[in-house]
């Protein structure tokens, strides 16, 4: 007799794929309709393995030191913060996992925090996603579109934001 799946389960085996960047189990703990909502657009999102398959291996390619902090939720939702670093600048990603009633992620929702973090990803993941959609071009000029937003963010971020906070 097989054990039920718990919505728990699922989300310890998510953790797990996540910190492990293990994309096959990434992938088992995902209905096979399964959505991601992105965390740059509500114009963008991928929608079943074969998309979330792309997303996932460019993601786990790009994200080091994942360190899985906080998991919190019930047998419908729960939610998943972890910390990590992109390309040199760290991060911190929260996913809202929805259950289905196989208790497999129906829709997974990302925020991702700071800002320069958050760019990083853009930069970093929308020219390999164009690339894995054998969309050569797109992945040129998403990489020069993107740069100027990078320079502006980390800049701003290490100039600009601090004149806004208390003085000490």
Same mark, same amino acid.
Do not use: W
């Given at each position: #007799?097989?054990?039920?799946?718990?919505?728990?389960?699922?989300?310890?085996?998510?953790?797990?794929?996540?910190?492990?960047?293990? =994309?096959?189990? %990434? #992938?088992?703990?995902? %209905?096979?309709?399964?959505?991601? &909502?992105?965390?740059?657009?509500?114009?963008?999102? !991928?929608? *079943?393995?074969?998309?979330? &398959?792309?997303?996932? /291996?460019?993601?786990?390619?790009?994200? /080091?030191?994942?360190?899985?902090?906080?998991?919190?939720? @019930?047998?419908?939702?729960?939610? =998943? =913060?972890?910390?990590? &670093?992109?390309?040199?600048? @760290?991060?911190?990603?929260?996913?809202?996992?929805?259950?289905? @009633?196989?208790?497999? $992620?129906?829709?997974?929702? #990302?925020? $991702?925090?700071?800002?320069? +973090?958050?760019? /990083?990803?853009?930069?970093?993941? *929308?020219?390999?996603?164009?690339?894995?959609? *054998?969309?050569? +071009?797109?992945?040129?000029?998403?990489?020069?579109?993107?740069?100027?937003?990078?320079? #502006?963010?980390?800049?701003?971020?290490? !100039?600009? =934001?601090?004149?806004?906070?208390?003085? &000490?």
């Amino acid at each position: #007799m097989t054990a039920l799946r718990t919505t728990e389960a699922t989300t310890e085996q998510f953790c797990r794929a996540v910190q492990t960047q293990d =994309v096959d189990l %990434a #992938m088992s703990t995902l %209905a096979d309709d399964a959505v991601l &909502r992105s965390p740059l657009t509500d114009r963008v999102r !991928f929608t *079943g393995h074969a998309e979330l &398959r792309k997303l996932i /291996e460019v993601a786990y390619g790009h994200l /080091e030191n994942v360190s899985v902090h906080t998991e919190v939720g @019930d047998e419908r939702t729960r939610v =998943v =913060v972890y910390t990590a &670093r992109i390309r040199g600048v @760290d991060m911190e990603e929260t996913a809202v996992l929805r259950f289905d @009633d196989r208790a497999r $992620i129906s829709e997974v929702t #990302m925020f $991702i925090r700071p800002l320069p +973090g958050l760019v /990083e990803v853009m930069g970093a993941f *929308g020219p390999d996603i164009a690339r894995r959609n *054998g969309r050569p +071009g797109a992945a040129r000029l998403l990489s020069v579109l993107t740069k100027p937003l990078l320079a #502006m963010v980390k800049s701003g971020d290490r !100039f600009a =934001v601090p004149l806004a906070g208390p003085k &000490r």
